[in-house]
Structures are given as structure tokens and as C-alpha cells.
């Protein structure tokens, strides 16, 4: 069964850069399409950025321009570039995978202060 476990949260000021990763277990990371989203407090979850497993991406509007999705096959694992952070970037990260099923990872906390 897979797994997926995302670091590389913290607290940043405005402006400042944050790397997100995701890191799966197995072997089968490569076949899927990945993807970030977000839930910030009394909000839904929403979708940032995802990857096919060809490497084609797409973006929330919200990201556009600032947010880079991409991901290592050798190494299994995801990343998330976040530049020029603001404050409504604020929220719990989760990375997932799209098997027949959706897996999700536990979520990394992002603060970004004003």
C-alpha cells in the first residue's frame, strides 16, 4: 500500500519561499498523477497543483506564476516550490495520488506572516 509523507512546512514571512516534499513508498510513484492541495481554517480543501506522470502540470489561478510542481521518479518523491508567499497561502499542505483510489499524506502546516 502506498504511503505519503509531506515535510517541509514552517512559518515564513511575506515574500519568502518555502520547498514543499512528498515522499511515497512503493514502487509505483511514476505510473500516477500527483497532486498538492490545500485547507485553510474554515475553508475546503482545495487543489493548488497537480502532475500527470508524463509531467504535464497545471496550477490554481491563485499560484500561477509563483508555485512550482514537479516531481523526482527516481527518488519518489514530490515537490512544491512556493515563492512570494502571502499571507492567504496560509493553510495545511496535503499531497495525494491518484491510484484507481486517492491517497492522501498527513499534511505540512504552512504560516505565512505579514
Known amino acids: 500500500q502506498v504511503q505519503l509523507v509531506e515535510s517541509g512546512g514552517g512559518l515564513v514571512q511575506a515574500g519568502g519561499s518555502l520547498r514543499l516534499s512528498c515522499a511515497a513508498s512503493?514502487?509505483?510513484?511514476?505510473?500516477?498523477?500527483m497532486s498538492w492541495y490545500r485547507q485553510a481554517p474554515g475553508k475546503q480543501r482545495e487543489l493548488v497543483a497537480a502532475?500527470?506522470?508524463?509531467?504535464?502540470?497545471n496550477y490554481a489561478d491563485s499560484v500561477k506564476g509563483r508555485f512550482t510542481i514537479s516531481r523526482d521518479n527516481a527518488k519518489n518523491t514530490l515537490y512544491l516550490q512556493m515563492n512570494s508567499l502571502k499571507p492567504e497561502d496560509t493553510a495545511v499542505y496535503y499531497c495525494?495520488?491518484?491510484?484507481?483510489?486517492?491517497?492522501w499524506g498527513q499534511g505540512t502546516q504552512v504560516t505565512v506572516s505579514s
Open positions: 495525494k495520488i491518484q491510484l484507481a483510489y486517492d491517497v
Open positions: 512503493g514502487s509505483i510513484f511514476r505510473l500516477y498523477a
Open positions: 502532475i500527470t506522470r508524463g509531467g504535464t502540470t
